[in-house]
């Protein structure tokens, strides 16, 4: 009966189907089953159902979204009905909107543009009517993104930015005009503490998260020059902000991001060039924290508790296109928590 009043759909919020009476037991039944509870969905509980198909990496199928969808609704497909005047219902706090035309004209390369953060802003940018240089190791991905967006411009460069023959491709690439650069690629640490920190884990985050995008950016650097002008926009991280959000290699990479933006931004602020650092707090993306140490989850986790919501990848693209584009006028040196308020705890 309460289904028929409030049907439960993949487009409601997993806190919803949570407090159901019915969905709540099925989805419950599920976590179980994979050995969880659910708190594993608490910085996710206010994304809808249907955004665990993206998230999942497989484990939750579009097949099973639509069978408990069904057992929710005593066997019967219901309207995709989200009027929010409905017993339990809640409005979207947040959508996209796109500025047409807002970089038209030019050109933007985007790292890390497979998945996560690197794709939403690069399906942003070209959607704003820009030309994109959408690179990622990744070739499948790249692929996908460019099939996404038909219409687009959009150059799909598989390369990896450790690699100095890579990045002559991406300029190469890029041709005689770069207007902006967002350098979003990035890998995570096993949040080991110093003492536990092995050399192999401690070079390849530094290889991705400083040198790839140090040496990327001194690449594109002389065409900006050159032109007057330019946006930089390089993605930091909340552990270039504190201390304890991860393990030692992955927050020394990201202070040192910081400093490679400050820098840049002063030396290059006479010649037209504008950098700035987006430090992104909890976001929906494809990389995965594991604690490879008994004492860095021991210290950790009691502030993994404190986090806000998680962010989807949208949200952090609003913020990068923002900097990014002439909206972000004035604006340099600057590091901008985009993270719920998480770096003022």
């Not at 994979?34 to 955004?51: M, N, S, V, W």
């Not at 979207?92 to 038209?104: K, L, N, T």
């Not at 990622?136 to 460069?157: G, K, S, T």
């Not at 201390?243 to 400093?259: F, I, M, P």
């Amino acid at each position: 009966m309460t289904a028929t009043v409030n049907p439960l759909t993949g487009s409601r919020s997993i806190r919803q189907w949570l407090d159901h009476p019915v969905g709540g037991p099925l989805l419950r039944g599920m976590l179980t089953d994979a050995g969880q509870d659910e708190t594993a969905l608490k910085p996710i509980e206010h994304f809808a159902l249907q955004q665990l198909v993206e998230l999942g990496a497989g484990q939750f199928p579009q097949s099973l979204l639509e069978h408990l969808v069904l057992e929710a609704n005593g066997g019967v497909a219901p309207v995709d009905d989200t009027e929010t005047d409905q017993p339990g219902a809640q409005a979207e706090p947040w959508a996209e909107r796109i500025s047409a035309g807002r970089f038209a004209g030019q050109t933007v390369i985007v790292t890390g543009a497979g998945s996560g953060i690197g794709r939403a802003a690069a399906s942003r940018i070209v959607r704003e009517g820009g030309r994109v240089i959408a690179v990622d190791i990744a070739a499948d991905r790249l692929d996908a993104l460019v099939a996404a967006h038909p219409q687009a411009e959009m150059v799909a460069v598989p390369a990896d930015i450790t690699k100095d023959d890579d990045i002559a491709r991406i300029v190469e690439a890029a041709g005689s005009r770069i207007d902006a650069l967002a350098n979003v690629a990035g890998i995570m640490d096993d949040m080991t503490p110093l003492h536990e920190v092995s050399d192999a884990v401690w070079s390849r985050v530094f290889a991705v998260n400083v040198d790839g995008m140090f040496r990327l950016t001194r690449a594109v650097l002389p065409l900006m020059i050159t032109a007057g002008r330019g946006s930089i926009v390089n993605v930091a991280s909340e552990a270039a902000l504190r201390g304890n959000s991860a393990g030692l290699a992955y927050t020394a990479s990201k202070h040192a991001v910081v400093g490679l933006t400050r820098s840049t931004a002063f030396m290059y602020a006479p010649l037209g060039v504008r950098v700035n650092a987006v430090a992104p707090g909890p976001v929906a993306t494809g990389i995965e924290a594991n604690f490879s140490s008994e004492l860095g989850a021991q210290r950790l986790a009691p502030f993994m508790q404190m986090i806000p919501p998680v962010a989807e990848a949208a949200q952090l693209a609003a913020s990068i296109t923002f900097l990014l584009s002439n909206d972000g006028t004035n604006i340099s040196g600057a590091v901008l928590p985009s993270d719920g308020a998480w770096s003022v705890q």
